[in-house]
């Protein structure tokens, strides 16, 4: 799977010329804006709400000695269960209304990999966000279903450390999958996606990886992560599904 990691990493190398060559820029626009809204109302609900959670986790406190400590910590937790969840739940809403604007960019990439122009398919726009909306829906529930328990682990001493980095591969994992269902889309149902994103899981978390850590980048990062995440997701689905195209 390491190796497959790595696959999912380089993929990025080259991204912004083939979508200059391919003049895939004017594709972006909505999926961009799309981002951007979703991200300040994200970051302003998780300003908002981490105090309260805080205030909540604090009452477990019932002393008096040492409750301003406690609550101190009880607001750094509380913020890091926000940041958590403001990340999961920024990346499958853009991932989801992002798709009918997507798969066109998918479809010209693999066109220009395989050298065939795709027959005409009859899928709606409705249909596409539908698609986009069951996977990551499904994604976000089994997401947060496996970052729950990872969480509690940071409490216990000693192997708590791992928490931060098992819940980074968790959310890599499932932005990765979001970006090569755009490709999937066109050659498999949902159900032979989900089991094909498993086969591949290595490439879903190195391009996942490179998602999650553009999001770190203030303004820039929000903008760019699509258009970027997208087409290296593309070129390496497009390669499994032709091995002929493998290099």
Known sequence: MFKNIIRGLRAYSGTFKLISDLGLWKYFGVPILISV???????????????????????????????????????????????????????????????????????????????????????????????????????????????????????????????????????????????MDYTLERHLGYTKSVRFVSDHRGIAIGNGMVFMLMLLIPVIGIILVLPLSVTAATTETVKILNPSEEK
């Open 37 to 179: 809204v979703i991200a300040v109302l994200v970051g302003f609900g998780a300003y908002g709400l981490s105090d309260n959670i805080g205030g909540f986790i604090a009452k477990a406190w019932v002393w008096e000695w040492g409750s301003e400590t406690f609550r101190a910590i009880s607001d750094f937790i509380g913020g890091l269960i926000i940041v958590a969840l403001g990340l999961i739940l920024y990346k499958h809403i853009v991932l989801a209304l992002s798709a009918p604007f997507m798969s066109p960019v998918s479809e010209k990439i693999e066109a220009h990999i395989t050298g065939i122009t795709p027959e005409h398919r009859n899928t709606s726009f409705m249909a596409q966000l539908w698609r986009g909306i069951k996977v990551n829906g499904r994604n976000l529930i089994m997401e947060i279903f496996l970052s729950i328990p990872i969480f509690i682990l940071g409490f216990i001493p000693v192997i708590g450390f791992l928490s931060g980095f098992l819940l980074f591969f968790v959310q890599s994992y499932y932005a990765g999958f979001g970006n």
